[in-house]
């Protein structure tokens, strides 16, 4: 019986996946491969090494329920899919296409190698749309996300009924070379600090679904407001799912299509949803036609941006210890949990970059490493929009204020009490800037400034107007 190769990557799921689909109405015998390559992409981070082992748990055990076995392996993408076609006598391989620089590369090399002998067939899965469909009236790509957008909307819905493959199609040899989940190595070993992540996810197919009904059925009707209140659990939370390609943005759209036809009254909060599932579109839409996005400034005039060089402020704001209790609270969401709301990621970066004057990279590095969602075209994307050199970026005058930040988006506290717990007795009064508060109230809540909570490592209003100097000397000719 003719044989298939089924090359599973950032599509971690057996519903919408049209590379499965395709092999499965092709007829032919199918195996189905995972492939670990660290050493022509760039390595996963902790948290995302830990996403993963889950993740390809749960796609194990949904195609052994369609009577099939998930095939893993460790090494060299190119050179292992090589193999397997020779030995196994392969006419076809079926892949879902990714965006990323590297990856996209990879696919370039593999469909070289393997062509004529091998058909090589890859399809569009992690994207509503395909970067190079959407394009201006001249076929040059968009730089601003509002007519990209529009555009987007002018096109047929991109969604589809989540309607899963049929079992019995799956080809269940042992392939000489693959290894167990546990020999690839990507959880952690000492210390474990992964327990967060266990209380706080359920990666895989089943849990992105549990993820996005729950949403439709609490949140998406004040999707609008409560999602810049990082206290209220205001956001569907699936973009770790989206990232492995546990469910589709397709499905997504056509699940949210669906609850707007049942509940009219829904429809604002899951437009400014679907608008965000765009936005997501739209990072990787940059990072394919600039595909140097990663390593240079969108602004090529930030090239010269004089950024200055401090470990020790890297440090103390990866750790939660910067005396600003909304960046502290962000912070330590995100180590615990491996995610940070939205609307603090967005003051966390803009105090790293602006008030401290750390290169958005060492940002982008160190949400890379602790975000279970941590995604090249997104991180990249939004740390360069932080930064003021991306696209779409605010005026590098706008700064934001953390203090007030944190006065109008968590105007009780109740996230800060969450996260930084030495803050928790304090008044809503004096909690976003403790050290405005009388020293009887803080001996009250068991505040000890400089002791168990630190001093503001910058004050604001010298850090902005040191900012605002900095774009100012910035070279006028740089890139």
């Known amino acids: 019986m003719p044989r298939s190769l089924l090359w599973f990557r950032q599509d971690l799921r057996v519903i919408d996946n049209s590379a499965l689909d395709a092999a499965v109405n092709q007829g032919n015998a199918i195996i189905a491969v995972y492939i670990l390559d660290e050493e022509n992409l760039r390595a996963l981070g902790g948290a995302s090494r830990w996403w993963l082992h889950h993740s390809l748990a749960a796609l194990q055990a949904d195609i052994s329920g369609l009577g099939g076995t998930l095939h893993l392996f460790h090494g060299n993408s190119q050179s292992i899919l090589s193999e397997l076609c020779a030995a196994n006598d392969l006419s076809t391989v079926h892949l879902s296409r990714c965006y990323e620089p590297d990856a996209a590369a990879l696919e370039q090399r593999v469909y070289k190698v393997l062509q004529p002998a091998v058909d090589v067939h890859r399809y569009c899965g992690t994207l509503l749309f395909e970067p190079e469909s959407i394009v201006k009236d001249d076929n040059s790509p968009y730089k601003v996300f509002t007519p990209f957008y529009k555009s987007c909307l002018r096109r047929p819905s991109p969604g589809r009924a989540p309607v899963p493959p049929d079992a019995g199609n799956w080809f269940n040899d042992t392939l000489p070379g693959s290894c167990t989940l546990e020999e690839l190595n990507l959880l952690p070993v000492a210390p474990d600090w992964a327990g967060g992540l266990r209380d706080t996810w359920q990666p895989g197919g089943q849990g992105a679904h549990h993820k996005l009904q729950h949403f439709l059925a609490e949140a998406v009707a004040d999707y609008k407001t409560d999602r810049d209140i990082p206290a209220i659990d205001g956001t569907s939370q699936v973009s770790p799912h989206l990232h492995f390609g546990e469910i589709s943005p397709r499905v997504i759209w056509h699940q949210v299509e669906q609850a707007v036809q049942q509940n009219p009254d829904i429809q604002e909060g899951a437009t400014a949803y679907l ?198 000397a910035m070279p006028k000719n740089s890139g």
């Open 275 to 472: 608008r965000e599932l765009v936005w997501r579109d739209f990072a990787y839409y940059l990072l394919h036609h600039w595909p140097t996005l990663p390593t240079d400034p969108f602004r090529p005039e930030f090239a010269g941006f004089p950024w200055q060089d401090d470990e020790q402020l890297r440090k103390v704001w990866s750790k939660g210890q910067t005396g600003y209790p909304l960046v502290d609270a962000g912070m330590r969401q995100l180590w615990h949990t491996g995610w940070m709301h939205n609307r603090v990621r967005m003051v966390v970066a803009s105090f790293l970059v602006k008030h401290c004057l750390q290169h958005w990279k060492h940002g982008e590095a160190w949400f890379w490493d602790t975000l279970v969602d941590a995604d090249q075209a997104n991180n990249t994307a939004s740390w360069q929009w932080a930064a003021g050199c991306g696209a779409d970026a605010a005026p590098y005058f706008r700064i934001f204020n953390p203090t007030l930040q944190s006065q109008k988006f968590d105007a009780k506290g109740d996230y800060i009490r969450q996260y930084v717990p030495e803050l928790a007795a304090l008044p809503a009064k004096y909690i976003h800037e403790p050290g405005k508060a009388p020293a009887q109230v803080l001996k009250d809540a068991g505040v000890e400034l400089g002791v168990n909570y630190p001093f503001p490592v910058v004050e604001h209003k010298m850090a902005r107007e040191r900012a605002l100097a900095a774009h100012k």
